[in-house]
């Protein structure tokens, strides 16, 4: 009886003892994962701190290179993700693209906005469009890209306030250098409610050849029906300020009645493109 007991009271003894090696083993893996996971969050931390850092290097070195400070990195950052917004929101406007717009009547529209800046393109909105404005560049033989350029570079030389909506060249192609919702500095006192197009033309008389003169057409067209104009609502820069522009159609009154009425023509094939679609 006393052997049995004793037996009893060691195998008790070995089952004690199992039992907190159980108990020790389980609260070391536990503890060894509070470990691992206190080390993930570290690591974590760690490269999130090295991406911070490395994103503000980045900021400084860009900063650098073009002569900003930080403010105005910042400045031109936020800029340049509005721009990235609006081209896909509104260069010319809410819906669609260029081939979008191909559909709709318009000719093809490269969209090449400006740099957000003072001297042409200061971001200031347009509430309302009521007018949609023709000028001529006075510069014969230059191309609608020659034109935009002219506009950007104004950002660094400071020469003088002047932009556009649109440049139509040579060839007919069309160039958009601010979006529709924004002032261009081309129109005097109606650049609060008027959309301008420079046409490029190829000497001195400012009369545009056919390529040029269709797009112009066409461009004013679609702008209008978009806006809900009329040819009643195109006007020349000489309409507003008795300037000679756009030379050509300003010096040849008749030339500028029949454009007019091209504009209206295309107006109506406008309108049934969009009862096809």
């Known amino acids: 009886m006393q052997k049995h007991i004793n037996k009893k009271k060691k195998t008790d003894t070995r089952t004690g003892k199992t039992a907190v090696k159980k108990k020790n083993s389980r609260s070391k893996r536990r503890k060894s994962s509070r470990v691992r996971q ?4 570290i690591l974590m931390s760690l490269m999130l701190l ?50 979008q717009w191909q559909k709709e009547g318009a000719p093809y529209i490269d969209v090449e906005l400006l740099t957000p ?32 350029n002219y506009f950007e570079n104004l950002a660094t030389t400071h020469d003088t306030k002047v932009s556009s909506h649109f440049v139509v060249g040579l060839d007919g192609e069309v160039v958009q250098c601010i979006p529709t919702s924004e ?15 420079e046409c490029c033309h190829p000497d001195e008389t400012g009369k545009f050849n056919e390529a040029t003169y269709d797009s112009a057409v066409k461009l004013s067209a679609w702008l209008c029906v978009r806006f809900g104009l009329t040819s009643e609502n195109v006007i020349r820069h000489y309409d507003v300020t008795g300037k000679n522009c756009p030379k050509y159609y300003v010096e040849n009154p008749d030339a500028w009645i029949q454009m007019k009425s091209d504009i209206a023509a295309q107006i109506d094939v406008d309108y049934g493109l969009q009862d096809v679609q």
């Not at 206190?38 to 969050?41: E, L, P």
């Open 183 to 197: 002032m261009s500095y081309a129109t005097n006192s109606r650049n609060v409610d008027t959309l301008s197009i």
């Open 38 to 41: 206190r080390n993930q969050r």
């Open 117 to 148: 800046n003072e001297y042409s393109r200061p971001q200031i909105p347009i509430e309302s469009v009521q007018y949609i404005a023709i000028h001529y560049t006075a510069n014969p033989g230059a191309t609608a890209i020659a034109n935009r």
């Open 50 to 99: 090295v991406i911070i850092v490395l994103i503000g290097w980045i900021i400084i070195n860009r900063a650098s290179e073009n002569g900003w400070s930080i403010g105005d990195f910042l400045h031109n950052s936020d800029t340049m993700i509005s721009d990235a917004e609006q081209s896909g929101t509104d260069n010319a406007d809410s819906s669609g693209g260029p081939e």
